[in-house]
């Protein structure tokens, strides 16, 4: 019998990793812009190897790909009829990959862009979809839900009522896309104390900030709240001036985001350090979002102390010919070049 996502929060760090919808548009698999995961029906082997991929590089979750899986996106690219199967087999890819090693399913719920704090009816609107969606991942087989990239407290407060009614365990994320408030105007910190009094099992942060700009918020909330807390920033280099992937522009002006977002990358080495400092903070569930690729993953794992499947092909620079110790007299005529 494998660990529950609370048998494993108590015993160590756990390590996420999400960023599918990204990764399987840079493949070919998902069209940037409306962003709906029509690969799950259209392509399921191509989600399966990603699973498989983030399952090999440490991930200790495998989060079913139903992120923007909902009636209201699906409308928009004329699918609202695969509604449910998709989500159906968005989970059953994610049990299947799962069982492959010791991984929990979680299943995914996001910001429906429905929502309203002002207009009443738009929390019924977002209830129903969150009620239709989490059904079905429920009566697939999920062993907890994210909710994640919430913009509003109140949206959130949604998908956790939700979740409880459901019987499962849930873990919150709000999308720090502003610089301290959600878009209803809680400190991030108080939205996560109000979730966590509510009955999250672990709230926090996820996507839209890097390393950089995502630990001063998360640092914050680990201050603020007694229960597990969860941070998984996007892989870019954002700072000061640009604090959110969203807000980093290219040499000339140009918004990165989303598909231009390459030369801000991370490397592997920068988010394995996020993933030591993160731990140190007190962070409960260390966890990577868009942008993110195995590499990145790995390299976590394995500044968490973890070997995982993947370590078994983990960089060994000694044996490059130009690297190691003993450069033969023939390789070391490339030297100048690699130096110029
Ligand atoms: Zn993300």
Redesign the pocket.
């Known amino acids: 019998m494998s660990a529950s996502i609370t048998e494993r929060l108590r015993a160590g760090t756990v390590l996420g990793a ?2 599918y ?2 990764e399987l548009e840079r493949r070919g698999y998902i069209k940037a812009g409306p962003f709906v995961p029509e690969v799950v029906l259209d392509f399921p082997d191509a989600v399966r190897q990603l699973h498989r991929e983030f399952l090999r590089a440490g991930a200790d979750v495998m989060v079913a790909l139903t992120y923007y899986a909902h009636r209201e996106k699906l409308r928009d690219v004329g699918r609202e009829g695969d509604l449910e199967a998709m989500n159906r087999q968005a989970v059953r890819i994610a049990r299947e990959v799962a069982r492959e090693g010791d991984a929990l399913v979680a299943g995914n719920v996001c910001n429906t862009w429905a929502y309203d704090p002002d207009d009443p009816s738009t929390a019924r609107t977002v209830r129903a979809m969150y009620t239709e969606q989490l059904g079905w991942a429920a009566e697939e087989g999920v062993d907890f839900v994210i909710s ?2 919430n913009d509003y407290l109140g949206e959130a407060l949604i998908a956790l009522d939700v979740i409880q009614g459901l019987g499962l365990p849930a873990m919150v994320t709000m999308a720090p896309t502003q610089p301290k408030l959600t878009r209803d105007g809680y400190e991030y910190a108080d939205a996560c104390r109000i979730l966590a009094a509510e009955g999250a099992l672990v709230v926090g942060l ?3 900030r890097g390393p950089r700009t995502m630990l001063p918020l998360i640092a914050r909330i680990r201050e603020s709240v007694e229960c597990a807390v969860a941070v ?1 920033p ?1 892989p870019y280099r954002t700072d000061a001036i640009a604090p959110t992937m969203e807000t980093l522009r290219s040499p000339d002006g140009e918004r990165a985001f989303p598909i231009a977002l390459d030369s801000f990358t991370c490397t592997r080495f920068d988010m394995a350090q996020f993933a030591a400092q993160a731990r140190d903070l007190g962070v409960n569930y260390v966890g990577i ?3 993110a690729g195995p590499h990145h993953v790995r390299a976590m794992a394995e500044a968490l102390g973890r070997e995982v499947p993947a370590s078994k092909y983990s960089p060994s620079m000694d044996l490059h010919p130009m690297f190691r110790a003993d450069v033969s007299a023939k390789d070391a005529a490339f030297l100048p070049s690699w130096n110029a």
Do not use: A
Request: hydrophobic share 20%; proline share 0%; net charge negative.
């Open positions: 999400e960023g919808v990204f994640e990239t996820n996507c839209d998984q996007v979002c868009c942008g």
